[in-house]
């Protein structure tokens, strides 16, 4: 009796576990385990104060202009009529081409690659071309298609060449972000399709691009989101400081949101600033919603998966 | 229900000529046991299969009994899953695989030039050793196989036979279109001998089917196998000797004397000879399971 509460005793002058061989303290590595924790989350604290501070600061400032007014008026040199209709049909306009133009073309790229391409010299010079298009600067891209675009194939300074550019701009991003997403979907999906007696194609078709869905539909959406953001590239093929008509077709000259609120900062009265800091907030709820949208989709398809 | 191709009497009349498969498929020749290549068995000469510069299985040659159950063992590594893959050219998937040698179904060479692998495929259907079911409902990891081959038939019909077959009908007739992912292992697996079925094929290979299940399972697959071999040609991979000895007709025992030499046939006979009797040493050392 007396010697197991001794026993009692030793043990709780003793943490349990330690002793012997042992001698760190659970404590202090559940401190350090705290430390840690702490420590990136104010990593990741840093980037969302970055963008709460930009998005209060941009707020009280551009907030007060959003009106019916701002969003339904065409551009002006005075300030009390100009309006950001033109910019933001001007980058639909912009993001249609690209949806049509760069969607297919990548998605259908990276399926060669990953599914139909030998491992020879040149489809390997081709993937490290893709790669390093990647990291080309946007304004390399703009001056491209001034030559290429304006001058070779005189598309004019329009809306088309505003999208191709933006289309060659973004296309390696969604060829990486589709392989990636095919490269995911494992070998025995395809046997299983293979041993039924499916040619290749009806097995990407049926079983490798819808799984591959997702991940591809995300990584393009993002790279979407890149393009309608994306500005020197429109500059460089000179875009129009202020519309006073809307974009009536494909040939059209154009402004597009980014270049409208570049132009407005570059005015030196207050009232332009306020427009420019009213522009911003659209479109970063543009951007937004179409992240959002993108996660959504995501989401959406792997739980059908 | 009634079952539009094949009536439960058809199903248990195993030595008669099989006349679906003759009108159907057209490869000629009665489906008799003994004259080694039958229009529905399989004959196998001097096969060897390659990774790039890899020998992993060398000058295999073996006839494939139609309507009986052939079972391939053997230590792991010596070539069973690399020669299967052979059998309906699957091997050639793999990039750098390549094999070489004759693999005749019926009187045709399946590796003659003009011979189309998804042609080959759909006649020879194949079971992996990982269950792998497509991202699709349960009713359509079984119907997919059968409509892109065209199927004209009703496809209800066809999906519930197939599911019947593979022992499965009973647990998801309720729930046909939940996806063929919320199923069991076990249940997966049986799915994917389900698809396989729908198509139709004279062959069915199985690699390893049961290694990744619980003894249910298993147990469930290996009655279903014995159903199957009164409609197909059935050649199993297994690691379970226990399993080949009691589900097949014929067992290969394949075996690498030394390290780093291709897989060879090293005895092939009735499975009763090669569990009791067996002509060579390393046979009966394996069988009896004093190594692999």
Request: proline share 4%.
């Amino acid at each position: 009796m007396s010697q197991s509460s001794t026993e009692v005793t030793r043990q709780k002058e003793q943490e349990p576990g330690t002793g012997g061989n042992f001698k760190t303290s659970v404590g202090a590595r559940h401190g350090w385990d705290r430390f840690f924790t702490a420590l990136v989350f104010a990593a990741t604290l840093i980037g969302l104060a970055v963008l709460g501070v930009l998005l209060v600061d941009v707020g009280r400032q551009g907030v007060p202009v959003l009106s019916w007014h701002f969003f339904t008026s065409l551009g002006s040199a005075d300030a009390e009529n100009a309006g950001f209709l033109p910019a933001i049909l001007g980058s639909l306009w912009l993001l249609g081409i690209v949806l049509i133009v760069a969607v297919p073309v990548g998605i259908a790229a990276a399926v060669y690659l990953e599914e139909y391409a030998n491992d020879n010299w040149l489809n390997r010079l081709i993937e490290i071309n893709i790669s390093n298009l990647a990291g080309v600067p946007s304004i390399i891209y703009g001056l491209l298609g001034l030559g290429v675009f304006v001058y070779i194939f005189g598309l004019g300074r329009s809306i088309l060449t505003g999208g191709l550019i933006l289309s060659l701009l973004i296309l390696p991003v969604i060829i990486i972000a589709t392989r990636e997403a095919v490269r995911a979907v494992p070998q025995s999906v395809r046997e299983g399709a293979y041993a039924l007696g499916a040619t290749q194609w009806e097995a990407i078709r049926h079983h490798v691009l819808p799984q591959a869905l997702p991940g591809a539909l995300t990584g393009t959406i993002l790279a979407l989101s890149r393009a309608i953001g994306e500005t020197a590239p429109l500059i460089a093929i000179g875009a129009v400081p202020y519309m006073t008509f809307l974009p009536e077709g494909l040939l059209s000259s154009f402004t597009a949101m980014p270049i409208q609120i570049y132009n407005w900062t570059g005015e030196p009265e207050e009232a332009f600033q306020n427009l420019a800091a009213a522009g911003i907030v659209v479109l970063m709820l543009v951007l937004l919603v179409s992240n959002a949208g993108a996660i959504w989709l995501r989401n959406k398809f792997q739980r059908r998966n | 229900m009634a079952n539009p191709r094949r009536t439960k009497e058809e199903q248990k009349v195993t030595e008669a000529p099989q006349n679906r498969r003759d009108t159907k498929k057209g490869t000629g020749g009665a489906s008799s046991d003994d004259a080694g290549a039958s229009a529905f068995g399989m004959r196998i000469e001097n096969l060897s299969a390659h990774y790039g510069s890899f020998k992993a299985v060398t000058d295999v040659s073996m006839d494939i009994r139609a309507n009986k159950v052939t079972a391939l063992i053997g230590p792991s590594g010596c070539g069973k899953s690399t020669y299967i893959r052979c059998l309906n050219r699957m091997h050639e998937v793999i990039p750098g695989a390549r094999a070489e040698g004759r693999v005749r179904l019926g009187d045709q060479d399946i590796y003659a030039r003009d011979m189309d692998p998804v042609r080959i495929r759909r006649r020879i259907g194949m079971v992996f050793q990982k269950p792998n079911p497509f991202s699709k409902s349960i009713y359509e990891n079984v119907a997919w196989g059968a409509r892109i081959n065209g199927y004209k038939g009703d496809m209800d019909e066809l999906v519930e036979h197939s599911l019947k077959q593979a022992a499965l009908w009973e647990e998801v007739k309720d729930k046909l279109k939940k996806s063929g992912y919320d199923l069991s292992g076990g249940q997966q697996q049986r799915l994917c001998i389900a698809r396989t079925l729908a198509v139709e094929p004279e062959v069915i290979l199985m690699d390893e089917p049961a290694s990744a299940l619980d003894p249910v399972s298993t147990q469930k697959i290996e009655d279903t196998m014995d159903q199957l071999k009164q409609s197909y040609t059935v050649v199993i991979v297994t690691h379970n000797m226990q399993q080949a000895a009691r589900i097949s007709d014929y067992t290969g025992f394949f075996y690498i004397e030394n390290m780093g030499d291709p897989g060879r046939l090293w005895e092939f006979d009735e499975t009763e000879k090669m569990f009791s009797n067996p002509d060579r040493k390393e046979t009966e050392d394996y069988v009896t399971g004093r190594f692999g």
